[in-house]
């Protein structure tokens, strides 16, 4: 029988429960909230049936301004629910950081166990809040309270694996050794978990190692049973007692055996004498001695003569005697000769006079000299005066430099550089030819942070410039027998003062006749790099023994590995253990890496270690990257590994080709696909793939590749694109820089060819040639070129992208796609190098006139900051005719694309690159006649308060004044721009309207296809 219906239930449906203050903060409800606690009668702090209070909710949810009006109306702080938890627990349980600081500050007690024996240290411990540990240490929350199972919040840290709360709580002083209700102590459970860093930062600590747990375990037995191999090295090291028995009667090495792990045993079974472990263990602390050996690079165009003078450092004094014997000889009987011709490297006069001719063109490096070194020529050797080095001779010749980065970037701030010109070019040519090194040098060695006064930073490069050829032109002596050059002592002055803020130039030129080793030129070179060599040495790790062995067992290692001298990584760290030292970990292992390469013992390619760096740079690339290598070379630039293998036969192929890979000068793919003919189709005209090897493995060499542009590849005539949408970017170099991107560009190539064998997608196609790549998705279409003027020598990579109408969306973010991969290979190659970005005129890329007018950055810029933004109109001057900022970029897609777009006003300074970051300090913190430096900027920013607390400041004014900046609420790339203008630095906001990015792009704009656009089309180039 069905049950009536009351009045009362009918009314409950229809009419919804009153809102009462718990559900009102439940729910997130301000307004009722507010209202219920303006009535003046309620209880703020009544109960749910669980016994948690409004404060509770407020904490649980994340209602921080319902929590303070709560506490202004005297709710109670410390009241605990059914189970003991306060609102301080619970707010941290649910990771509210800022309504725990109010809670306490409010004064709620931070130690108050709940039912289970846990504090708000616990909780936050189990948690892994760091941040809300170190509030309640900071606030005298107790360290040792034990929880009902006997743990401490060091160990719930561990046992939850939260390394970072562990380190934090060690650090505060908590007691690390004592027991929870187990036996365990925090090793015991660190050992466990196979938490590395706490388990070393205990041991440094001096836990001790050989106590057991309840269940009569060492730490030592817990490690090799669960096969914490590297466990087991840090108890080692620390000296734990390897010999210990567990309850029942047995050592760590069977124990490790019984469980199969056979290395443990085996690296216990090598430590059980205490006098070898030592022995071990003594020789991974530092010696007290420097390195013995440091890197000197040799950089110079072709024909000034390096490689003369590294033979002249490497003689000795009897052999330099013979040496300038023969030298004087030669001059004698061919003085005339001597007037006009190239002395070094030098075969034939048909060839001298050559070279001689293309350098009167500046940087001319299209002529190619057939005595040129090959790639970079390395040689360990003894220089007497300054000791151990390794030699670099860098090649001049340009086919070589898509590969220095590997070289510079990691051991350029480590080594001596010199710098080498010739005094038989004029003064004009030798001042281009430093600059170009010089820059070149710069964009493989970017700055490292902090920043320092006036825009220097701690690891500046050391140069030294030396002039050649004093004899030649029949350079005056000094009394002291010193060769003496006016107007080399002028470019190393004016070199000195352009590059500041990023070479360390010594300010004095070394004049030399390259071919004389015992002379005085020679002796004050050896001086200064004595000097510079004791220099360095001190700011770089000691030695260590470690070091030393396996120094003393490359070269069997390098014998066994004779035909490739490449290891991976972990090849060589397991082989190094094994022959030299079993304990050492993998911090060791990147300590010495770092110092093989200080010492130029290897080199490190990725996951590659490069055990003879002349084999690779010399035997291997110097003859794969020579110019007559190249013009033998396959032009389409793809190889089937057997190909390879005859081209190259030194080698085996399949292990020459990853190394090759690693080095990013190939890549790997199935198949050689080349556009070969027009396929006409009702929407215009296709081009056909075709593969010259379907199917088969192939390595495809961008750097080989000289095929020819075909034509049909961006016809105006195709109908997909006779109403479409168009946009285009033009990247450049900064100006007065030449010959920057020219390498880069082969690199780019490999990046596009991964990325489209990244997408696994049929619709999308690449197509290469020599300086330019087509690249497709779908129906949008992009062509990416390496462009250069003829006139100026200028480079550029232009970006161009169409697409049907109605794409405009999917362009824009398709081309933030490629100019997201041009950052990356940047970032790789060049990432000391500064970027303009220019927007090609719409207008002109839809109606195919050549050439395209392109906006500069700093006009775009200026634009954009304008009342009206990206509706600002600018105006084409090859057209006559005005195009909006938006229009550029947008690809007629304007509403779609300003909604996920903002200008620099929406733009944090802490996007700002380094770069970009110490071209201002070097602006800025000089003292400025008139006042207009970083204090003055200060007071413009509203940061007159901080003014004391930057002036302080170890490092750079200007770097700290924008960190306190970017703590501001409106801080923003566009106000600071407009503040530099008013305070009449218009050098300084020339430097952001160039390099600063001009938009932002929102992260969750959507993408076509799944392209993820980069969130900056700027931001990555440094």
């Known amino acids: 029988m069905e049950q009536p219906v009351s009045l009362d239930m009918i009314v409950t449906e229809i009419l919804p429960p009153p809102v009462t203050l718990l559900s009102a903060i439940k729910e997130g409800n301000m307004s009722s909230f507010e209202d219920i606690l303006n009535s003046g009668h309620v209880d703020v702090n009544q109960t749910n049936k669980h016994g948690e209070t409004g404060l509770h909710l407020a904490a649980s949810t ?278 006009t011709l190239s002395q070094p490297n030098s075969p034939s006069r048909t060839h001298i006079e050559l070279d001689t001719t293309s350098r009167q063109n500046s940087l001319n490096f299209d002529l190619y000299n057939h005595q040129t070194t090959k790639g970079i020529d390395v040689q360990q050797a003894w220089i007497s005066g300054v000791g151990y080095v390794t030699l670099w001779d860098f090649s001049g010749q340009d086919t070589y430099f898509q590969f220095y980065h590997h070289i510079t970037t990691t051991s350029g701030n480590h080594s001596i550089i010199l710098l080498v010109f010739s005094l038989k070019d004029s003064p004009t040519i030798q001042y281009k030819q430093c600059c170009f090194w010089l820059t070149f040098l710069g964009a493989r060695i970017p700055p490292t942070e902090p920043i320092g006064n006036f825009g220097r930073t701690a690891n500046m490069p050391r140069v030294v410039l030396v002039a050649t050829h004093a004899d030649v032109v029949r350079a005056p002596k000094l009394s002291t027998g010193d060769f003496n050059s006016p107007h080399a002592l002028a470019l190393t002055k004016k070199l000195r003062h352009e590059f500041a803020s990023y070479f360390e130039i010594h300010p004095t030129p070394i004049v030399i006749d390259a071919h004389v080793p015992n002379s005085c030129g020679l002796k004050l070179l050896k001086t200064v790099l004595s000097d510079l060599k004791t220099s360095m040495l001190q700011g770089m790790r000691q030695m260590t023994g470690f070091c030393e062995a396996v120094v003393q067992w490359l070269p069997s290692l390098r014998k066994s590995a004779e035909s490739i001298p490449v290891m991976s990584w972990e090849a060589f760290i397991d082989e190094a253990r094994d022959q030299v030292n079993p304990l050492a970990n993998h911090d060791h292992f990147s300590i010495l890496f770092s110092q093989l390469e200080q010492m130029g013992e290897v080199i490190l390619i990725g996951n590659l270690i490069i055990l003879s760096p002349s084999w690779l740079c010399s035997q291997v690339l110097g003859q794969l990257l020579s110019v007559d290598f190249i013009t033998h070379a396959r032009i389409t630039g793809c190889y089937p590994v057997d190909d390879f293998q005859v081209a190259f036969p030194e080698a085996d192929a399949m292990a020459m080709l990853e190394v090759l890979e690693a080095l990013q000068l190939c890549i790997q793919w199935p198949g050689s696909p080349y556009l070969s003919r027009p396929v006409s189709t009702e929407s215009g005209d296709l081009w056909e793939l075709e593969c010259e090897n379907d199917g088969e493995l192939e390595y495809e060499f961008p750097c080989y590749n000289f095929v020819e542009r075909i034509e049909g590849l961006w016809e105006s005539t195709d109908k997909r694109y006779s109403e479409g949408v168009y946009g285009g970017v033009r990247l450049k170099s900064p100006p007065g820089t030449t010959h920057m991107l020219h390498c880069i560009f082969p690199r780019l190539q490999i990046e596009l060819r991964r990325t489209v064998l990244g997408y696994y997608d049929w619709q999308s196609d690449l197509y290469q040639w020599l300086g330019g790549s087509k690249m497709c998705f779908g129906a949008i279409e992009s062509l990416i070129t390496f462009e250069k003027d003829c006139d100026n020598g200028e480079e550029s990579i232009d970006v161009k992208v169409r697409g049907p109408t109605g794409t405009g969306k999917n362009c824009f973010l398709f081309l933030e796609e490629l100019l997201g991969i041009i950052d990356m290979v940047m970032l790789d190659v060049v990432p000391g190098l500064l970027i303009e970005k220019y927007l090609m005129s719409a207008y002109d890329l839809r109606t195919h006139v050549n050439p395209v007018y392109c906006y500069p950055p700093d006009m775009l810029m200026k634009a954009s900051l304008e009342n009206s933004g990206f509706d600002t109109q600018l105006w084409n001057l090859l057209a006559n005719m005005p195009e909006t900022l938006l229009q550029l970029f947008s690809f007629d897609a304007d509403l779609e694309v300003k909604e996920f777009v903002c200008n620099s006003y929406g733009i944090s300074i802490e996007m700002l690159s380094t770069l970009c970051v110490q071209r201002l300090c070097t602006l800025l913190d000089p003292p400025d006649p008139h006042g207009r430096d970083w204090c003055m900027l200060a007071v413009q920013l509203g940061l007159t308060n901080k003014i004391s607390a930057i002036e302080n400041s170890q490092h750079s004014r200007t770097s700290a004044l924008l960190h306190h900046y970017a703590q501001e609420p409106d801080s923003s790339i566009g106000a600071l721009i407009d503040k530099l203008n008013v305070l009449g630095r218009s050098d300084a906001a020339g430097v952001l309207m160039r390099y600063a990015p001009l938009y932002k792009v929102a992260t969750d704009s959507g993408s076509p296809s799944q392209l993820t656009p980069t969130e900056s089309s700027r931001t990555p180039i440094r």
Request: proline content about 3%.
């Open 62 to 339: 994340g209602q921080i301004e319902m929590a303070r009006l709560l506490l202004m109306c005297g709710a109670n702080v410390s009241m605990s629910d059914v189970v003991g938890d306060t609102p301080l627990i619970h707010a941290v349980r649910h990771s509210n950081l800022d309504i725990a600081k109010l809670f306490i500050k409010s004064g709620a007690c931070v130690s108050v166990q709940n039912q289970e024996g846990d504090t708000a240290l616990h909780v936050a411990a189990a948690w892994g809040e760091r941040s809300i540990v170190e509030v309640l240490i900071e606030n005298g929350a107790l360290l040792h309270i034990p929880n009902h199972i006997g743990q401490h919040p060091l160990h719930v840290a561990i046992s939850r694996r939260h390394s970072s709360v562990a380190i934090t709580l060690l650090n505060s002083g908590t007691d690390f050794d004592i027991h929870d209700s187990d036996g365990n102590a925090p090793i015991h459970l660190a050992v466990r978990e196979g938490m590395i860093s706490v388990t070393q930062a205990l041991c440094s600590l001096g836990c001790n190692l050989d106590s057991a747990n309840d269940q009569g375990l060492y730490p030592i037995h817990i490690a090799a049973r669960l096969g914490h191999i590297d466990i087991v090295r840090i108890l080692c090291l620390a000296g734990c007692n390897t010999e210990a028995r567990n309850a029942d009667g047995i050592k760590a090495e069977i124990t490790a055996l019984k469980y199969g792990f056979n290395d443990i045993s085996d690296l216990l079974g090598k430590v059980k004498s205490n006098y070898i472990r030592d022995l071990y263990i003594k020789q991974i602390l530092p010696n007290g001695q420097p390195l013995p050996r440091v890197n000197l690079q040799i950089f110079g165009h072709s024909g000034v003569g390096k490689s003369t003078l590294m033979e002249s450092l490497r003689t000795g004094y009897i052999s330099g005697l013979f040496k300038r014997t023969k030298s004087t000889t030669f001059n004698n009987h061919y003085s005339p000769l001597l007037g």
